[in-house]
C-alpha cells in the first residue's frame, strides 16, 4: 500500500446495507466537536455539489440499465471531486475528516463483487484520492438478512439495494476478507448487529484510541 503522509486524521466507515454508519457518524461528529476537533463529516459517492449529481445518475433506481463499467468510473469521478475539493484540503489544513464510505467501497462492490479486480479498482482508487489512505477504517458488520430488514423499514431503497440475496452476501464476504488481510492495523471491525448506543460506545472508545485523546 502506497501511503502519503498528510496533517489531518482521515476516518472511513464502510460496510453493507442497514448497518447504521450515517446515524453513527452524526453523533460521532457531535462527540468529536464537543471534544474541541475542528471535524468534516461528508458521504461518498456526494459531498460536492458536483459529486452529489454524480451521484444521483449512479444510485438513481431508474438506471437500471448503468453499464458496470461506468459504474466502476463514476464513483471514481465522484471521489476524485470530494478529494481535490474538500478531502485533501481539510486534511491539509489538519482537521478531522470522517468519510461515509470511500475507497474501500469500491474495492468491495466493483473490485470483488463485480469482479473489476482489486489492483484495478486500487489503481483507480489511487488516482481519484491521490493516494491517500483512511487513517483508520471501521468495518460496521451485520448479517445481510438484518441489514436489509432495516433498510427495507427505512424506506430509502437505491439501485444497489434492490440487488438479490447473493449480491449482499458477496458484500459482507468480502468486506470481511479485506478487513482480516489489513496488515497495517487500519480496519477496525464492529458488531453492527448491537442497538445504536452499543455501536456508538464502541466506535467512540476506538476512535479515542485512535486520536489519542
Ligand atoms: P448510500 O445510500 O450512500 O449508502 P449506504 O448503503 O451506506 O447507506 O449508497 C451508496 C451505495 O453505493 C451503496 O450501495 C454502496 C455503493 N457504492 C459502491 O458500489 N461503490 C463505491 O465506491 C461507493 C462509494 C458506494
Known amino acids: 500500500m502506497s501511503e502519503k ?4 486524521l482521515l476516518i472511513t466507515l464502510e460496510g453493507g446495507e ?3 454508519k450515517t446515524t453513527q457518524i452524526v453523533r460521532l461528529r457531535d462527540r468529536l466537536s464537543k471534544a474541541g476537533k475542528d471535524v468534516v463529516v ?15 445518475v449512479v444510485l438513481s433506481a431508474k438506471n437500471i440499465g448503468i453499464a458496470f463499467t461506468a459504474e466502476v468510473l463514476l464513483f471514481q469521478a465522484a471521489r476524485a471531486q470530494i478529494y481535490r475539493e474538500i ?8 482537521k ?3 468519510l461515509d464510505r470511500s475507497r474501500d467501497s469500491s474495492v468491495v462492490y466493483q473490485g470483488m463483487v463485480r469482479g ?4 484495478m479498482v486500487e489503481k483507480l482508487n489511487d488516482l481519484s484520492t ?3 489512505y483512511p487513517d483508520a477504517t471501521f468495518l460496521l458488520d451485520l448479517p445481510v438478512e438484518l441489514g436489509l430488514q432495516r433498510r427495507v423499514e427505512s424506506g430509502k431503497m437505491d439501485r444497489l439495494d434492490m440487488e438479490g440475496m447473493d449480491f449482499h452476501v458477496k458484500v459482507r464476504d468480502a468486506y470481511l476478507e479485506l478487513a482480516k488481510a489489513d496488515t497495517h492495523d487500519r480496519w477496525h471491525i464492529i458488531d453492527a448487529s448491537q442497538s445504536l448506543e452499543e455501536v456508538q460506545e464502541e466506535l467512540w ?8 485523546i
Open 5 to 8: 503522509k498528510h496533517k489531518g
Open 18 to 20: 442497514g448497518g447504521g
Open 42 to 56: 461528508l458521504r461518498e459517492p456526494g459531498g460536492t455539489v458536483i459529486s452529489e449529481q454524480i451521484r444521483d
Open 87 to 94: 478531502v485533501l484540503p481539510s486534511l491539509e489544513a489538519g
Open 96 to 98: 478531522i475528516v470522517i
Open 116 to 119: 473489476f479486480g482489486k489492483d
Open 130 to 132: 491521490k493516494e491517500t
Open 205 to 212: 472508545t476506538k476512535v479515542k484510541t485512535v486520536l489519542g
